[in-house]
């Protein structure tokens, strides 16, 4: 699957919220929320769907934009 959002609420250990959109091959969207340890994942036929969601479970608060920061990552272990 193919990163398309990361969000992360800036908490640490158990207060710690990530919120990960990713594309899957056949063009479905799954959204995961990361509460602590905890995951839920749930798969939407469309890329607004996930987005819905995904603009919903970080409605509250500041949430960190961390996609372009793993994109990079990625691209320098790749090297």
């Not at 640490?12 to 602590?36: F, K």
């Not at 608060?61 to 961390?66: F, I, S």
Request: glycine share 10%; net charge positive.
């Amino acid at each position: 699957m193919e990163l398309v959002e990361h969000w992360w609420n800036g908490g640490a250990d158990a207060h710690r919220e990530d919120v990960i959109v990713r594309r899957g091959p056949e063009g479905t969207h799954e959204v995961e929320l990361r509460v602590g340890a905890r995951s839920i994942k749930r798969e939407y036929r469309t890329r607004d769907e996930a987005k819905i969601i995904s603009d919903g479970l970080r409605a509250v608060g500041v949430w960190l934009d961390l996609t372009r920061l793993r994109s990079f990552a990625g691209q320098a272990v790749a090297r």
